[in-house]
């Protein structure tokens, strides 16, 4: 439908074009040579190539040639010609045209495969980013095990609180690359079609029960607020992989909003679907357009953890669920990402 | 105090065996070390450990086959350590008789605790169950077929009471899917979705904030795990 309006609005667009010209050469005809009125309807046909594709400009082509015929070529507002040499001019005309549509078309096709090149040469960059990413993300927490240790080894009278400090610093980062690890996995394995999906139904908030309980430790001292009705349908998913897009959705959101925030988890049905909606109170998402935070290896400004991976995964998931994920900005501030799934799954 | 309990940590990874080690003899146990499956059977046959931590990877034989080769004359604790995305290889470790999982990577508070209650499972097979569970704010009396959440009791329906008291006496340990299935409905005609709904029913009788349990755990894909009781003696 709207190709087909597209397609029209192009030739239209030739019309235009033809009149515009045929308007500019009746006022300029009484002080210039009739000839010199051809380069005028050649610029006009040129813009309509510049613009659309081959059909309308081949149209213009010859619908220039008609019109300067018709309006100038004497006698005047007849198809008619009184001196057969016009015919020549016609000709000449109709080749030039068309050689500039030609040539027109070529200048855009090339302009076109320059610029997916440029989208060949950016995906190079984003694949070499993975090292950049990954590798900084590993080297983080690694950093931090190793010299914790080592401050240990070094001074294993250390004073009660410090001991401590430096014990939980290796937990912890220990942990967050644990999850990076899994993370990987997941997409390396989703990537390779390794991933079998074992989907059976669930009760929604058993599988965010787990995702929270995964997250316990970062998630200390941080409200969470759900909202999931009690006789929600069961939904049919792959209990471990949902569970992973609840963590890194959490994650995500426990990395950007401020710890005084409260991050949201509430689900509904709607229809056969089960939607269900992570928000944070955080800066929201400055990514435009805002679909790219789904991308591999995107990482929104300076946030610290988090290599790309985890928004990344959760449309894999997602999607192989026959669901769909959205980011969005909430009207009061934050972040909010939603999930519809359906509720009855493929046997 | 009698002679420390033995465990037999059957693994091929060295940093683990060292990391298990250290810990195991700091928490007062006497340790064995096998790094192979044909090893661990033997040395499980001539020291007869109270308890075997089994990684299911390794070198020789097959983990679930060791498990399989010491029922056949042990019922010690086999505690199976393996990796997440390993789901299919825990339920089929507890099927062919394992007592729990730990999965990697796991912290030494979550091996203690593992160890405890298998330890404590394995003595009381020979007596009598505990009645009485207390976790929390959750009371449990398997005598009188009762339950409180606070001060306040809880009314379950048959089947629900029936869940919490199986999980009542594996307290602290996993049940699997299937045994619950077995047990709840012995003569059939159910499935893993009836058993879903009733623990979620069941979970928000007895947990205050059903969607992040203190007391009835979910082990994804594998089945349930009622946390350990804090008053066992």
Known sequence: MTGMLGRLREYGLAV??????????????????????????LVGTLAVALRGRRGPAVFSSFLSVLCFNFFFVPPRFTFDVEHPQYVVTFLVMLAVALTISHLALRIRTQAEAAKSSEL????????SSLLSAVSHELKT???????????????????GGHRRELLDNIREEAQRLARLVHNLIETTRFESGGVRLRKEPYPIEDVVGTALERLDKPLTGREVRTDLPEDLPLIPVDPVLMELVFVNLIENALRHAPESSAIEIAARQVGGRLEATVADRGPGLRTQPIERVFEKF??????PGGAGLGLAICKAVVEAHGGSIQAENRVDGGALFRLSLPLRGEP | MDAPQ???IVDDEKAILRFLRASLEEAGFSVLEASSGRSALELAAAKKPDVVLLDLGLPDLDGLEVIERLREWTSAPVIVVSVRNDESDKIEALDRGADDYLTKPFGVEELL???????????????????????????????????WLGKKEVRLSPLQYALLSILVRN?????????LLKELWPEGGSNPEALRILVHQTRHRIEREPVRPRHLKTEPAVGYRLEDSEDPS
């Open chain 1, 141 to 159: 927490p690694l950093t931090a095990i190793i010299g914790s240790a080592g401050s240990l080894l070094q001074a294993p009278d250390a004073g």
């Open chain 2, 6 to 8: 033995t465990i037999l």
């Open chain 2, 113 to 147: 605790a593992r160890i405890r209650v298998a330890l404590r499972h394995a003595e009381r097979a020979r007596e009598d169950p505990e009645p009485l569970y207390r976790h929390g704010d959750l009371r449990i009396d398997l005598t009188a077929r009762r339950v």
């Open chain 1, 16 to 41: 235009g074009a033809n009149a515009l010209c045929t308007a500019f050469c009746s006022a300029v005809s009484p002080f210039v040579a009739l000839t010199d009125l051809v380069m005028v309807y």
């Open chain 2, 171 to 179: 307290a602290g340990r996993v049940v699997g899917q299937k045994q």
């Open chain 1, 298 to 303: 995107y990482r929104a400004g300076p946030a």
């Open chain 1, 120 to 127: 060949a040469a950016e995906t190079e960059r984003l694949r």
